[in-house]
T-cell receptor, first 114, second 111 residues
Framework: GQQLNQSPQSMFIQEGEDVSMNCTSS?????WLWYKQEPGEGPVLLIA?????ELTSNGRLTAQFGITRKDSFLNISASIPSDVGIYFC??????????????FGTGTRLTIIP | DAGITQSPRYKITETGRQVTLMCHQT?????MFWYRQDLGHGLRLIYY???????DKGEVPDGYVVSRSKTENFPLTLESATRSQTSVYFC??????????FGPGTRLTVT
């Protein structure tokens, strides 16, 4: 099935650095969700975006709904060790039967180098 | 505690056996979902349910059966497990389709 494309696929950064990642699609989305998954756990919802151009923060995390509605961005400021994990974007996609299902991105794996 | 739980957390079974994975949520969410997560494929939807007794196929439903007799429970059954069903399975729930909340996952190995 169709997946959203995330970049970069992986990041290796030092503690304290800022992080930027993005998610793109060939289709328009009317909602963007950002999740974080830590090893051995399920994805946890970080931020939800509902309007083109919207900028929403959750602590050190800031996410933006792209103006074209085909992309979204997630920034993490002053990274700390607990930021390690895989970050997924997700958006609802209308299915064959007319109802919406979430499509997930391929993920960005964040590693912090000591 | 309120939330979404899955059991078992780990399961090893043999090819051909029937396996049921359990999912329970205490939020009274209408929607519940089953995903599998595999390297190179990300999260793929197996089945979902919009309410008790209403279920629908997702992207990869073959080999799986679901039921939802009660709002809070959404079991996933592998009728005859195959090695290709070795995966990590996540249950999720939501009030609408969009903001889904995930359980901790079940790691299933089929030998």
């Amino acid at each position: 099935g169709q997946q959203l494309n995330q970049s970069p696929q992986s990041m290796f950064i030092q503690e304290g650095e800022d992080v930027s990642m993005n998610c793109t699609s060939s289709s328009i989305f009317n909602t963007w969700l950002w999740y974080k998954q830590e090893p051995g756990e399920g994805p946890v919802l970080l931020i939800a975006l509902y309007k083109a151009g919207e900028l929403t923060s959750n602590g050190r995390l800031t996410a933006q709904f792209g103006i074209t509605r085909k992309d979204s961005f997630l920034n993490i400021s002053a990274s700390i060790p607990s930021d390690v994990g895989i970050y997924f974007c997700a958006g609802p996609k209308v299915s064959t039967f007319g109802n919406e299902k979430l499509t997930f991105g391929t993920g960005t794996r964040l590693t912090i180098i000591p | 505690d309120a939330g979404i739980t899955q059991s078992p957390r780990y399961k090893i079974t043999e090819t051909g056996r029937q396996v049921t994975l359990m999912c329970h949520q205490t939020w009274s969410h209408s929607y519940m979902f089953w995903y599998r997560q595999d390297l190179g494929h990300g999260l793929r939807l197996i089945y979902y349910s919009a309410a008790a007794d209403i279920t629908d196929k997702g992207e990869v439903p073959d080999g799986y059966v679901v039921s939802r007799s009660k709002t809070e429970n959404f079991p996933l059954t592998l009728e005859s497990a195959t090695r290709s069903q070795t995966s990590v399975y996540f249950c999720a729930s939501s009030e609408g389709i969009r903001e889904q909340y995930f359980g901790p996952g079940t790691r299933l190995t089929v030998t």
